[in-house]
């Protein structure tokens, strides 16, 4: 993703438009039902996004950790309820920005504009290669570029969660994992 360079002033600004919000571990950012009011970025911390399907299990279908954004984008953008729940994996540090101050942001300069338009179309190409992913890779594949691409979830988010994520169960992804030490 490219970066963006901030003076001093322009960061700011940028930062004077957040809320710092302190979410402990298991607490909810985001509940299905509520219009979300917010798009969240993680100072500190990691996060999941899931819903809970017909059989009453959870699919992970986000992940979030220190200088990502995570929110249910379609209730934050269209103002509906929205269907999943965002939970903090670990005691975490978002800075909130809501639709008003976005604007304000977005409009008070082309660098501000930039920086959104540039942190959505990444996060979009990343949603859709990972939707690519899951139809054309196995479930070893996906674990192993999982691994490779984003090695702190392996050391902070449980086993459980990274197999809800990848699309497996967990028993699946130890003989997966078990599978891959041997060699």
């Given at each position: 993703?490219?970066?963006h360079?901030f003076t001093?002033?322009?960061?700011?600004?940028?930062?004077?438009?957040?809320a710092?919000?302190?979410?402990?571990?298991?607490?909810?950012l985001?509940q299905?039902?509520?219009?979300?009011?917010?798009i969240?970025?993680?100072?500190?911390?990691t996060?999941?996004?899931?819903?809970?399907?017909?059989e009453?299990n959870?699919?992970?279908?986000l992940?979030?950790?220190?200088?990502?954004w995570?929110t249910d984008?379609?209730?934050y953008?269209h103002?509906t309820?929205?269907?999943?729940f965002?939970e903090a994996?670990e005691?975490?540090?978002v800075?909130q920005?809501?639709?008003?101050?976005?604007h304000?942001?977005?409009?008070?300069?082309?660098?501000?504009?930039?920086?959104f338009?540039?942190?959505?179309?990444g996060?979009l190409?990343?949603t859709?290669?990972?939707?690519?992913d899951?139809?054309m890779?196995?479930?070893e594949?996906r674990?192993?570029k999982?691994a490779?691409?984003y090695?702190?979830?392996?050391?902070?988010v449980?086993?459980?969660?990274?197999?809800?994520y990848?699309g497996i169960?967990?028993?699946?992804?130890?003989?997966?994992k078990?599978k891959?030490?041997?060699c």
């Amino acid at each position: 993703m490219e970066q963006h360079a901030f003076t001093e002033k322009d960061a700011e600004f940028f930062l004077s438009h957040f809320a710092e919000r302190k979410v402990r571990k298991r607490q909810f950012l985001i509940q299905p039902g509520f219009v979300e009011k917010y798009i969240n970025f993680v100072v500190k911390g990691t996060f999941k996004g899931y819903v809970i399907n017909k059989e009453g299990n959870e699919q992970t279908i986000l992940l979030a950790t220190d200088g990502w954004w995570i929110t249910d984008l379609y209730s934050y953008i269209h103002k509906t309820p929205a269907t999943m729940f965002v939970e903090a994996i670990e005691d975490s540090i978002v800075l909130q920005l809501n639709p008003e101050n976005e604007h304000i942001l977005r409009t008070h300069s082309t660098q501000f504009a930039n920086f959104f338009i540039n942190t959505m179309q990444g996060g979009l190409a990343a949603t859709q290669h990972r939707i690519t992913d899951g139809f054309m890779l196995t479930a070893e594949e996906r674990y192993k570029k999982f691994a490779v691409k984003y090695p702190e979830f392996l050391q902070r988010v449980p086993q459980y969660t990274v197999a809800s994520y990848l699309g497996i169960t967990t028993q699946y992804l130890s003989r997966i994992k078990s599978k891959l030490l041997k060699c």
